[in-house]
């Protein structure tokens, strides 16, 4: 793939990145009050609350999209590693093996929260409210991994 093709790729997964982490953070602030939530507190909230809840997740889903299918991929094409057709597990590695990643089992984890959160349904107050808590936590996890690969890959798209 033409260098500068990959780099412009890169950068724009950098970016849409960035702006779910913008986006995550501030919606964090908003429902920090209110967390951790138990189930009479998730069937409490506020319509503001809920815009908030529900920006923050829908913000997580598409950081998970964004670094997963985007920003992953194209940093191993930029770093010209044969891993298109791979599956994404081998992906992980090699992006833990060359440093980008510090655990495939981190992200994995993180992962999971996001399936959960597609799962789970609003009238299971129990279960809502314990993937919300996991997945409000799970924050510093995904800002780690992403400035993790972000610092790795800099000094190619230079």
């Known amino acids: 793939m033409n260098d500068e093709l990959s780099k412009t790729k890169v950068e724009k997964a950098l970016k849409e990145c960035e702006l779910h982490l913008k986006r995550m953070s501030y919606a964090r602030g908003k429902l920090a009050p209110l967390l951790p939530l138990d189930e009479q ?35 191993l094409d930029l770093l010209e590693e044969p891993a298109r057709s ?46 919300i808590n996991q ?4 924050y510093p996890e995904v800002e780690a991994i992403y400035y993790q690969a972000k610092v790795f890959i800099e000094p190619w798209l230079k």
């Open 41 to 75: 507190a998730y069937q409490a909230l506020s319509e503001e609350s809920i815009e908030s809840l529900d920006q923050y997740i829908f913000r997580y889903i598409k950081m998970q999209d964004a670094m997963g299918e985007r920003l992953f991929r194209q940093m």
């Open 86 to 131: 791979q599956p994404f597990l081998d992906k992980l590695n090699r992006l833990e093996q060359l440093g980008a990643i510090d655990s495939k089992e981190g992200w994995l984890k993180l992962r999971n929260l996001r399936s959960l959160l597609t799962h789970e349904y609003e009238d299971d107050p129990v279960s809502m409210s314990q993937v």
């Open 135 to 138: 997945v409000y936590n799970a």
